[in-house]
């Protein structure tokens, strides 16, 4: 069943709801900055459920399907913001210091991001109404500028831009990352 956002808005994936028939997702007209995160099933119309004064490059569904992670240039620089899902919506501040690209643990409690060329972490304490964000902590830094995912087992997996190509025509799958990179610290 395609699912079609009206013709003024472009729309981008946030993720499914645990009930597996609702998709989260963000977009607004191209070339403006204020962007509406909606829950979408197929057949009904879309529930706008926030507008965001600012454009949103990424926006992630926490793993319970209680919050929604996602950057936003509301403040003239990208940060990080937190939104329940269920409730008023009410956008919560993560960052202060920029930030973009969140991306929720499997277990939900913590909170990845980039900032730059710095991979960041925030742990992450919520209840079923409220969240609470502890210090942000730098994990590495990377060059992974395309698309970036935490695997279940907490591996950090990316796609890291070929030097000089046009097209990425391939993908290479670099498993024990921390582990190789303790042994060669060594």
Do not use: C
């Amino acid at each position: 069943v395609p699912i079609v956002a009206p013709e003024d808005i472009e729309i981008h994936l946030a993720g499914w709801m645990p009930d597996g028939e609702t998709l989260v997702a963000f977009g607004g007209p191209p070339v403006q900055t204020k962007m509406e995160i909606m829950r979408i099933q197929p057949g009904k119309p879309r529930d706008v459920i926030h507008v965001e004064p600012g454009a949103i490059s990424s926006a992630r569904v926490s793993p319970d399907g209680r919050w929604l992670a996602f950057d936003s240039t509301a403040t003239g620089v990208y940060e990080i913001y937190v939104l329940a899902l269920s409730g008023p919506p009410r956008r919560i501040p993560v960052t202060a210091a920029g930030g973009t690209a969140p991306l929720w643990s499997a277990d939900g409690r913590n909170l990845w991001f980039r900032r730059d060329r710095a991979v960041m972490s925030v742990e992450i304490e919520s209840t079923a109404t409220t969240i609470e964000f502890g210090d942000e902590r730098k994990r590495f830094e990377w060059d992974a500028a395309r698309e970036w995912a935490i695997a279940p087992n907490g591996d950090i997996l990316g796609m890291e831009p070929v030097p000089g190509a046009a097209l990425q025509r391939e993908i290479q799958l670099k498993t024990r990352w921390f582990t190789e990179l303790e042994r060669r610290v060594r």
